[in-house]
């Protein structure tokens, strides 16, 4: 393999190749959620709460992480940033293979948590460095469709892992060693004039307060996107429970259903250009109405198998458009030096709502004197519909689409 690492004399599909391979891993810290149950029974000492929170302690790490990256970006170029990040990543998440206690494997996942942090605003920080336009939101499609890719082979490799032994599944972290390889080989440096750019643009940054970092807008879309994370979880924690507790399936079907949330998620990426394309500003109302409509039929007309892997599917679709309509819509609408800072607050968004999303869902089902099961997922859907529903008024009132090169030049 050549070591060409200048993006204007690369190949198109190598530079497409190498920027969407920085995600691959970007949605599979869960890979390990298939050994809880054998882990609860090695460790009777350790509450089954404790070890469920193993899965989830590396979102809480991408919300102290994602802003660390955006400051560290205009200082270190983002190419030695992604090199220190999946090193982190490997080390971290393949290290509990050699540990028989539990402190040391949640240290793990901490430090995985640390490479996600970066690696994951990296990956979407690098889109616009070398795409703009049509192009640019059919690049942030793909990137979510790459994640679900890295994803689904992942939490597979884990399940089949844990098979043999609970501590093989964390073998499955290193699956991105590959991604490591290429990156070094490939992944060209931040360019000269992007870095000056960002130097100049760093004294700006650090004379603005912090809240006025992100303007009105920015800042409304980040609390926005908070809910609906939070809420987008309430169908993965509730599908097994509805399917085993009412008789319509077992764990493997609900396993299925969860595989299909993430099959219809990589279709959505793959298809988010051509319906930003279709839909301009809009396209982050339909992907939440979508998903929400999904839940919606889950929670009130699901009662066979085949309607749940519809409902599923149909969710993880709109979930599908719904990550990168974020991402490409903050970039537009905040101020342009902040655009960096803007993804990452993003980030930290749904890395913190994915992190306290049971207990938020606990003291609604408390607050409502509701059960788990159906009426989480029917607060999702509400919760989603309205959300999509508030932000397409929102961008008409705004001017829509007429207004959109206007809003890309917002101070």
């Known amino acids: 393999m050549a070591l060409n690492r200048d993006s204007k004399t690369m190949g198109t599909f190598m530079l497409k190749f190498v920027v969407l391979a920085v995600g691959v891993q970007d949605v599979s810290s869960g890979a390990a959620a298939a050994a809880i149950a054998p882990m609860i029974a090695e460790f009777p000492s350790v509450s089954p709460t404790n070890i469920q929170l193993m899965v989830t302690l590396p979102n809480l790490m991408v919300v102290f992480m994602a802003p660390i990256f955006a400051a560290l970006s205009t200082k270190i170029d983002i190419r030695k940033l992604v090199i220190f990040a999946l090193i982190c990543f490997l080390a971290g998440g393949a290290s509990p293979v050699f540990f028989d206690t539990f402190p040391p494997i949640m240290i793990g996942r901490i430090i995985l948590g ?10 979407i920080s690098l889109i616009p460095m070398f795409w703009d336009g049509h192009e640019k939101d059919t690049m942030m499609g793909w990137h979510m469709t790459m994640g679900c890719i890295g994803g689904i082979a992942m939490q597979t490799l884990g399940g089949y892992l844990t098979l043999v032994d609970w501590h093989y ?19 060209p440096s931040t360019p ?6 960002k130097n100049a643009q760093n004294e700006e940054i650090k004379k603005a307060p912090f809240l006025k970092r992100l303007n009105l807008k920015s800042w409304a879309l980040v609390i926005i996107y908070f809910v609906v994370t939070v809420f987008i979880c309430t169908m993965p924690m509730n599908i097994s429970i509805i399917l085993e507790g009412e008789q319509i399936g077992n764990a493997a079907n609900a396993g299925i259903a969860l595989s299909l949330f993430t099959a219809g998620a990589l279709v959505g990426g793959l298809v988010f250009g051509f319906v930003k394309g279709l839909a301009g500003g809009y396209a982050m109302a339909l992907a939440l109405i979508i998903n929400g409509l999904g839940y919606a039929i889950l929670a009130f007309g699901a009662f ?13 679709f709109g979930m599908g458009m719904l990550i990168p309509s974020y991402y490409t819509r903050v970039s537009e609408i905040a101020p342009k030096i902040f655009a960096t800072v803007s993804i990452s ?12 999303s049971p207990q938020i869902l606990a003291g609604v089902n408390a607050m409502f004197r509701q059960d788990v099961g159906r009426f989480p997922i029917i607060a999702g859907a509400v919760v989603l519909i ?3 529903v508030i932000v397409a008024v929102t961008f ?16």
């Open 386 to 388: 309205a959300a999509g």
């Open 345 to 356: 607050f993003v980030v930290a968004a749904q890395g913190l709502g994915n992190f306290i």
């Open 169 to 187: 599944c964390f073998l499955a972290y290193l699956f991105p060693v590959w991604v490591l390889i290429l990156i070094i080989l490939k992944l």
């Open 304 to 316: 066979s198998i085949p309607v749940v892997y519809f409902c599923t599917l149909l969710s993880g």
């Open 114 to 123: 640390i490479g996600s942090g970066i690696t994951i605003p990296a990956a």
């Open 192 to 197: 000269k004039e992007y870095m000056n750019a």
């Open 396 to 411: 008409a009132l705004s001017g829509g689409n007429n207004k959109r090169n206007k809003e890309l030049n917002i101070a």
